[in-house]
């Protein structure tokens, strides 16, 4: 269904249509495109941002929704907030219920604690989710941690703090294999041999994946 306003630009765009058949319309120069965005994009419209007057983020300028929210008055009541009662009482507490925070819940129960996750939407609704390409992990043959090590830091041009990198490639093949123990159906070969395939700044194929979908999955 089409609203009123569509309709008539619509119109417009029939009536037009036989003029514009066969022109051949330039190309917009950088500076061009700018100016209609200016003009027309939310983003480059300097009245729909403003700085924003308290906080770590103070004086920065951002869209005048957000500045409203980040000012806005807390939606906790802190009258009605009794910090003498106890409503929930856990071991452990997750901030967070993408793959970092449901990975570590599982961890943390299989312990033996008393977990409990904390999320401002549902569980799994998360960056984890969005992502498509994959996961890099150095457990073929012709590659090791050291050259996914190489790589990486060859790929941030030398700035990565190296022990986080350290870290990385050494747990990434116990962290596929774990996803893998837990039904993850990453895309492999007819005999089970795990397919992988060259990610950015790889100097081996190390990204396993499930089709498009690695992060949902």
Same mark, same amino acid.
């Given at each position: 269904?089409?609203?009123?306003?569509?309709?008539?630009?619509?119109?417009?765009?029939? +009536?037009?249509?036989?003029?514009?058949?066969?022109? *051949?319309?330039?190309?917009?120069?950088?500076?061009?495109?700018?100016?209609?965005?200016?003009?027309? =994009?939310?983003?480059?419209?300097?009245?729909?941002?403003?700085?924003?007057?308290?906080?770590?983020?103070?004086?920065?300028?951002?869209?005048?929704?957000?500045?409203?929210?980040?000012? +806005?008055?807390?939606?906790?009541?802190? $009258?009605?907030?009794?910090?003498?009662?106890?409503?929930?009482?856990? $071991?452990?507490?997750?901030?967070?219920?993408?793959?970092? #925070?449901?990975?570590?819940?599982?961890?943390?129960?299989?312990?033996?604690?008393?977990?409990?996750?904390?999320?401002?939407?549902?569980?799994? *609704?998360?960056?984890?989710?969005?992502?498509?390409?994959?996961?890099?992990? +150095?457990?073929?043959?012709?590659?090791?941690?050291?050259? =996914?090590?190489?790589?990486?830091?060859?790929? #941030?041009?030398?700035?990565?703090?190296?022990?986080?990198?350290?870290?990385?490639? =050494?747990?990434?093949?116990? +962290?596929?294999?774990?996803?893998?123990?837990?039904?993850?159906?990453?895309?492999?070969?007819?005999? #089970?041999?795990?397919?992988?395939?060259?990610? #950015?700044?790889?100097?081996?194929?190390?990204? =396993?994946?499930?089709?498009?979908?690695?992060?949902?999955?």
């Amino acid at each position: 269904m089409y609203t009123p306003e569509m309709r008539e630009l619509i119109k417009k765009v029939e +009536a037009t249509r036989s003029k514009r058949l066969g022109h *051949d319309f330039p190309r917009l120069s950088p500076e061009a495109k700018l100016e209609i965005l200016k003009k027309n =994009h939310p983003d480059y419209i300097e009245s729909g941002f403003r700085a924003i007057n308290l906080g770590v983020n103070k004086g920065q300028r951002v869209p005048l929704e957000l500045a409203d929210l980040i000012e +806005a008055k807390s939606r906790l009541e802190m $009258d009605k907030i009794d910090l003498n009662k106890v409503d929930y009482d856990v $071991d452990v507490l997750i901030v967070g219920a993408g793959g970092a #925070g449901a990975s570590a819940a599982i961890e943390a129960y299989k312990t033996g604690a008393k977990v409990m996750i904390a999320t401002k939407l549902r569980f799994g *609704d998360a960056n984890t989710m969005m992502a498509e390409g994959g996961i890099q992990a +150095a457990d073929k043959p012709d590659d090791s941690p050291a050259k =996914h090590y190489l790589d990486v830091m060859g790929g #941030g041009h030398f700035t990565n703090v190296p022990e986080l990198v350290r870290a990385l490639v =050494h747990d990434a093949p116990e +962290a596929i294999k774990w996803l893998n123990d837990f039904g993850v159906m990453f895309d492999k070969e007819e005999d #089970g041999t795990m397919l992988t395939n060259h990610g #950015g700044g790889t100097s081996r194929k190390r990204m =396993h994946a499930a089709a498009d979908y690695s992060g949902a999955e």
